[in-house]
């Protein structure tokens, strides 16, 4: 005998959820509702649809639970908060923007700005009653910060892309900027919830390692400095685009604080060819140490770098070699200056050959994302073909141990690293790749259209970085367009065509000229 039961729940009361049950479940038809949520599933994900010839069924199912997976969290308590109340939307479990910030939210922008920007309503409204951006918010309350301030870049990234939008979608682009400004110039009462310590980060520009502060706990001091630089590049994108010359001058100013945290004479022990790396910094102006290796499967010590209070070597899941993790590290906005400083083209090649052949890459954990990418900031995008494909033959498949880290994030990964594409956050801008389908394509229900990603020349999925899977030339549109190595947002919010011819020639570059490397905020900025 089958018993159906309609359940309901709530934060705020009985009442409350029996509301919710009723509403969400209004008749005793499990079929019919089974069939209605699977509809809205299929209408959700199939805002991008893949062609699935000459690729397997595996390939196919990866990617789609994959793309399922990333709309899980954050989640919609809308009606459900009793801290206080509101018309805006209330969303719970950002557990953590951390984690998210990278690579999430520029997916949303290409399939769920509706969702995208209720989360950032639900962002401000949070900042309104609380004072900060949320970071690491589970079961109505703040938990332990993992770096900077990540709620900056992810704001960044919708106003950056739905500015025009964002009356339509109910977004106060003055209510966002305030937010954003919270997180940059008031310090908290105690910045391992919330915010930053950003009184220390404005005097000085760099977290130093021999500071304590009632306000929060002394502890990854170089990630946090490198993070808080990239968090105040978010704000420049928003003040930029707001038309806010004065703000976005001071806070790109600020986003190169990393480089006050670069010691250009710390090598790898054993590597002394891989010179320069961020490492701890006193008060005093003076350098600490971490070993380069700390924190990393090569450590000799197996030291460990998490959220715990005995972290004290600077450095947050990961090691200096790729800091979040020092021997490469996290400055998507300016990764020419990462360049300059490793030593030219050459030579930042042959650290991120280091770093992932000596096993530094840590495809379970967050901060090593975008590696495989960087090879494109050196007109290298074939490494980046072969490295990206690499990720997801060697870590990701529908078994058990198929996902290699959380997921969500790691959803988000996977999805990206499938597409050929992958975000450069609080920018209009994504690296290519290498697709794993011929043809792809998004529907924006914000703009009406559906941008089409076509593979010319796709013969299948390889397992060892070589065939028909580099990037040879772009057109959009059929015009050509002046980079192999990005795409830049306007084809997406235009509805284009875009066209990539493929060839089994691993040496292929990003184009011809300066133009055709991804943007840093060092060689001239971001549009």
Known sequence: TAILVR?????????????????????????GIQAAARAEWNELLGRIQVDPTGVDNDTVSLFYSSLYRIH????????????????EPYYDSFYCNWDTFRALYALLSLQDPVSFARIVRGMINIQQHEGWLPECRGSLTQQFIQGGSNGDPILGEFLVKYYDQATELNVSATDLYSALLADAEDQPSNWDLQGRQVNIWKSLGYIPSDVWEPTGTNTKQVSRTIEYSFDDFAISQVARIMGNTADASKYAERAGNFVNVWNPNVTVPGYDNITGMMQPRFLNGTWNYTDPRHCSVNDPTQSTCYLTPVNTDGFYESSPLVCDRSILQFVPHDTAKLIELQGGVDAFIERLNFVIDEHYFDPTDEPSMQIPFMYNYANAPGMTAIR???????????TVSGIPGNDGAMGTWASFLLLG????????QYLLSSPWFPQV???????NSTTTIIANGFEGNPTNGTGQIFVQNVTINGEPWNSTCYLDWSAFEAGATIELQLTDNANVTCGDGPQALPPSLSTGGFD
Request: glycine share 2%; proline share 9%.
């Open 72 to 87: 899980v969290v954050p989640a919609d308590y809308t009606g459900e908060n009793p801290l206080w109340n509101s018309t």
């Open 388 to 398: 990206a494909r690499q990720v997801i033959d060697e870590n990701f498949n529908l």
């Open 7 to 31: 359940a309901g729940v709530s934060f705020v009361s009985v009442d409350q959820a029996c509301s919710n049950a009723e509403a969400e479940i209004p008749t005793y038809d499990f079929e």
């Open 441 to 447: 394509s998004f529907y924006n229900p914000v703009f």
């Open 421 to 428: 594409l992958y975000p450069v956050p609080a920018t209009r």
